[in-house]
């Protein structure tokens, strides 16, 4: 007997939806609006841009740096993690007024 060999046409490699992107890699859309975000970023003054929000919204600056700090932390269940859940500011004395 023979072996048959099948090769693959079109018609399959479409129903399948073939190998995909390499793990890993980014989609070319996110990769396309984030190189727009920096360009955005930096015509807007950069870090500067974000200096000035901190000073005059500080709630949206929050906002934005808290969407930066990953959801999910993994690693070492030996390790002890400490979670900052405010920030004291410091106010004048009144010794110094």
Do not use: C, W
């Not at 048959?4 to 018609?11: I, Q």
């Amino acid at each position: 007997m023979s072996e048959e060999v099948k090769t693959n046409n079109l018609g399959d490699y479409l129903k399948t939806g073939g190998p995909g992107r390499v793990k890993g890699s980014k989609n070319k859309i996110t990769k396309t609006i984030k190189e727009a975000v920096k360009l955005a970023f930096d015509e807007a003054g950069g870090h500067e841009y974000l200096l000035e929000v901190a000073k005059k919204d500080p709630k949206t600056f929050v906002q934005l740096v808290a969407k930066l700090i990953p959801q999910e932390v993994t690693g070492d269940t030996k390790t002890t993690l400490r979670i900052i859940t405010g920030i004291q500011r410091d106010t004048p004395s009144e010794e110094s007024e």
